[in-house]
């Protein structure tokens, strides 16, 4: 829920703040896009993990997984949230969207993938999109993986480029 700003002195005009309400919400009621993903499963080793999560925060990325590992039966919920944990801990982004996975055709994690448009919580929106996409796949850094895309002559290597810098 987005917040209220706090008044100082002069009680505040509740005609104004009505107005910023309705302008936080349908800001935070966009779509937020990422050029970023990296695909994880929750098997990967928690140090690991951890690493992906604080890379891909200081990227600006976004770490999706398949599903809850444990599922939300009862007795799984718990399980499930604790395997989350160790990303949680890092405040990146996280999506669970089987979908995802599927339209990008990753078979293997991780999977470090940048996308010359923004991807959004429903995935690519146009064919353009589809095309602009590089990915590495393997037990590497995020670095190494942008590094390895900035070698191209495209947006791809562009937006690698630039998000490599946020690395170092």
Known sequence: M??????????PDPQLLA????????????EQTYNIMVFASLSIPEEALRRIGRD?????GVVVVRG?????QPGGWKRSLDALKPLAETGVDLQINPNLFQQ??????????????GVGDKGCSNAECAASVGS????????????????????????ARQKAGLLR
């Not at 987005?2 to 009680?11: D, L, M, Q, T």
């Not at 107005?19 to 966009?30: F, G, H, V, W």
């Not at 990008?104 to 448009?117: A, H, I, K, Y």
């Open 2 to 11: 987005p917040e209220v700003p706090a008044y100082r002195g002069a009680p």
């Open 19 to 30: 107005n910023q309400y309705k302008e936080a919400l349908k800001q935070a009621s966009k």
């Open 56 to 60: 891909v925060k200081r990227a600006g």
């Open 68 to 72: 809850l590992k444990y599922g939300l």
């Open 104 to 117: 990008f055709g990753v078979r293997q994690v991780p999977t470090f993938v940048v996308s010359g448009e």
């Open 136 to 159: 590495v796949v393997g037990d590497v850094t995020l670095e190494y993986a942008l590094d390895v895309l900035a070698d191209r002559n495209d947006v791809v290597g562009r937006i």
